[in-house]
């Protein structure tokens, strides 16, 4: 059985995208994709075989250094992640050459989420239905060609202070290709594409940062591509 045939996902994605579709007939411009619960620990948790797939939107892009008000969330969470912007189209039948062959370039990113309810394995519809928490992605300016990850340091400040750098960026979120020919493989099942400018943001670096009540701003640096950071405000 392919990963995106799970009985829970069969019912929740169709449900996502046509949310997604509906968004963009009322004039929303679409961004690309994220994917989550990719970690070894999740996907054991969840009883998957590969992460699930949600959908990012213009309306949720936010600037470096932007401040984001978290009044009204629940369990707030930050993402350190790689994110990868497509040159083509990817259809369905990719594979790691094939999306290695698509992906235009590699960038710093940081997702935002409101971690409510709680995902457990009977719930993943639900979870996919209302698009895996997103609420904001925050990208970076400077980015590197290419999808290889060889070289890359990623490192985590909160409060000002480096508190995880890791020179192996996919030990917990698997190999960015495999991530990405999933995100196409996975879209083709449910009559959607992968195009050309779409980002996807392919998972925490570091297991999800529960944004704590008096925190006020976390960066992620990806050395030597550049470095992005989110402001929060509980107004």
């Not at 996902?9 to 009322?26: C, F, T």
């Amino acid at each position: 059985m392919n990963a995106w045939d799970h009985p829970l996902i069969k019912k929740g994605m169709p449900a996502q995208l046509e949310k997604r579709r509906a968004r963009i007939a009322a004039g929303e411009r679409p961004l690309g994709w994220k994917v989550g619960f990719g970690a070894p620990a999740s996907l054991e948790k969840l009883g998957l075989q590969a992460p699930v797939v949600g959908f990012l939107m213009q309306r949720a892009l936010l600037l470096s250094g932007s401040t984001v008000s978290l009044a009204g969330w629940t369990k707030p969470v930050a993402e350190p992640e790689i994110c990868v912007r497509m040159a083509t189209d990817l259809r369905g039948g990719a594979t790691p050459e094939t999306a290695l062959a698509a992906i235009k370039e590699i960038l710093p990113a940081i997702e935002l989420a409101d971690l409510n309810p709680p995902p457990t394995p009977d719930n993943i519809d639900a979870v996919l239905e209302g698009n895996i928490y997103q609420r904001h992605v925050v990208l970076c300016g400077n980015t590197r060609f290419g999808g290889s990850t060889g070289g890359l340091t990623s490192r985590l400040y909160r409060r000002g202070e480096e508190v995880n750098t890791t020179t192996d960026p996919e030990a917990l979120t698997g190999k960015l290709l495999n991530i990405v020919a999933h995100v196409a493989n996975t879209l083709a099942g449910y009559g959607e594409k992968l195009s050309a400018g779409d980002v996807i943001i392919t998972g925490s670096v570091t297991p999800p940062i529960m944004i704590e009540d008096d925190e006020t701003e976390i960066a992620h640096a990806l050395d030597p591509i550049g470095e992005v950071s989110v402001n929060f405000t509980r107004d």
